[in-house]
């Protein structure tokens, strides 16, 4: 086994220097293959007779028509504007140029390039080593802490408008998290579980409901059953209500099941206007089930107390969850932008400001807005009411486009009610991005801004939504290089067309001018070598 173990890094090491040293080598090997073409095509120029092909060719050329350049113009010019509306919908769907997709997935490996090897000195350790990129764990997708009744306000919206705000990886989701929550307590799943376990996969509506009904009917404490219906058929929220309490009666003691139902109760008092009822319960289930933070309960909590306008609550509740080492969110940290912009906006004017200078409050709201902003960017325009709102997803991903539908959706109506909130925010939020150089690279208080969001954005919004990128992507070369080879030839074709006399003659020209190097290259190469001894080459 030693043995073994220590020729393994012998033969690893041995294979990283043959692949190194192919890499190195394969930029001289296209030059010796340039140079062993040019050879090639001197020492065959006789016996192949290239000098009469030539000549026929150019006299070929030569009896040409302008209507020919025309229609080789206009044919380049069409081919290359189709590849130029395929590239730009294909990087408007999916963020990246296609062609360039294929050469780095396909010829990069080939070439013998190492994908990662440009982002190895962004994270260099003091002593020179290389430490590893943050993980892409801020790109994990979570369960939106305020997500809404699919069958009393996601289905309403669906009958109104007719589009449907929930995407299928969305729900998917929510079938497998509805899966894990679900399952009991007993070793072996019960018939009714089963029924249900397989209720929460279905895709369609009816049929999730026809489950939980069969559930009721094998066993009338189903908890689990009547959880889907409230969340699925009940089309109201009293009515919801009324089928939590049902299924709270006979919940037992999964301690899974007890908390989502207790919390969709504190929802539904919430939104029925018991606000007071509300926040109660929420802050009782925290205190009962205080290890699961991981649900952001907290998050609940923080909006019913804004809407009661319990302003030193909701500090009070920042102070235990706004802390360096617990994990962030808009909600965190725009409600803290909040209540620090509130103190000083409904005095706050940007011509005083700018003759007399922030003072200490207004330069803690200001730091607190940039904070939030460079959190999340993409909150401002939703509050600002620059960006049309949609019902928020059933997940969210932080720091991304979902999570800011989310958080604006439940809390436009905060910043509104605090005078010059918004206008406060509104002069301050751009500022955030002069702190930043460089978004992907660097971080000023968080870590650098993930380039994954767009992706996941996507499939968990719908499609009728336009959703937004942070940065903002310049245009692929390839977009920009079709685009110009697109408009060069359709403007040739053009010229020929009007102008076929002149056009010959500039054509001719280009094309004595492009050959020209090839002749001096062959003439140099007759003076430089003996004419016997071409000539015995080629006899060989």
């Not at 294929?102 to 010829?107: E, P, R, T």
Request: neutral net charge.
């Amino acid at each position: 086994m030693e043995d073994t173990a220590g020729s393994n890094p012998q033969s690893l090491g041995f294979t990283e220097k043959l692949k190194s040293w192919l890499s190195w080598s394969w930029t001289y090997v296209c030059f010796i293959w340039f140079g062993m073409v040019l050879i090639m095509i001197y020492v065959l120029w006789s016996p192949l007779k290239l000098q009469e092909t030539l000549t026929s060719a150019s006299v070929f050329l030569n009896t040409l028509t302008p209507k020919f350049y025309v229609a080789l113009t206009g044919t380049s010019s069409l081919i290359s504007g189709l590849i130029l509306i395929f590239e730009w919908w294909y990087f408007r769907k999916y963020g990246t140029s296609f062609i360039e997709q294929v050469s780095v997935s396909h010829l990069r490996p080939l070439l013998g390039g190492v994908e990662n090897s440009s982002t190895t000195g962004l994270f260099a350790s003091v002593n020179g080593e290389a430490e590893p990129r943050p993980s892409v764990s801020e790109c994990k997708v979570w369960r939106n802490p305020l997500n809404l009744f699919r069958g009393a306000e996601y289905n309403r919206y669906t009958w109104v408008t007719g589009k449907e705000p929930l995407t299928y990886y969305d729900m998917n989701l929510s079938a497998q998290d509805h899966q894990t929550f679900f399952t009991g307590d007993t070793p072996q799943l019960r018939p009714e579980d089963a029924v249900m376990q397989k209720a929460w996969r279905e895709r369609n509506p009816q049929a999730r409901i026809r489950a939980a009904y069969q559930a009721i009917e094998m066993n009338h404490e189903c908890a689990a059953a009547y959880v889907l219906l409230a969340e699925e058929e009940a089309t109201t929220i009293t009515e919801a209500e009324r089928l939590f309490k049902k299924a709270l009666s006979i919940a037992g003691k999964d301690i899974n099941l007890l908390v989502y139902i207790k919390r969709r109760l504190a929802m539904c008092a919430r939104k029925l206007g018991r606000i007071k009822e509300a926040v109660k319960m929420m802050r009782d289930l925290m205190k009962e089930f205080p290890l699961l933070g991981m649900l952001n309960i907290h998050e609940n909590l923080l909006e019913a107390l804004l809407e009661l306008q319990a302003y030193a609550d909701v500090q009070a509740v920042l102070a235990k969850y706004d802390d360096i080492s617990l994990p962030k969110s808009a909600t965190i940290c725009y409600t803290s932008a909040l209540l620090k912009a509130r103190a000083v906006s409904d005095k706050f004017s940007p011509e005083a400001a700018s003759r007399r200078g922030l003072s200490t409050a207004e330069m803690n709201a200001v730091e607190a807005i940039h904070r939030a902003v460079e959190f999340n960017p993409h909150v401002p325009k939703y509050l600002l009411e620059m960006k049309s709102l949609i019902l928020p997803p059933e997940h969210i991903l932080k720091r991304g486009d979902s999570e800011a539908v989310a958080y604006a959706f439940f809390h436009l109506q905060h910043w509104k009610r605090a005078e010059g909130a918004l206008n406060l925010l509104h002069c301050t939020w751009e500022g955030t991005f002069r702190i930043i150089p460089y978004p992907l690279e660097k971080g000023h208080l968080f870590y650098p801004y993930p380039g994954c969001t767009e992706t996941a954005d996507r499939e968990l919004l719908p499609s009728f939504h336009e959703v937004s990128v942070y940065p903002k992507k310049e245009l692929p070369f390839f977009i920009l290089f079709t685009a110009g080879l697109c408009s060069f030839t359709a403007m040739l074709a053009m010229l020929t067309h009007q102008f076929p006399e002149l056009m010959g003659v500039f054509a001719k020209a280009f094309f004595s001018t492009l050959f020209a190097p090839l002749g001096f290259f062959a003439d140099k190469m007759e003076s430089f070598m003996p004419s016997s001894f071409w000539h015995q080459l080629t006899r060989i």
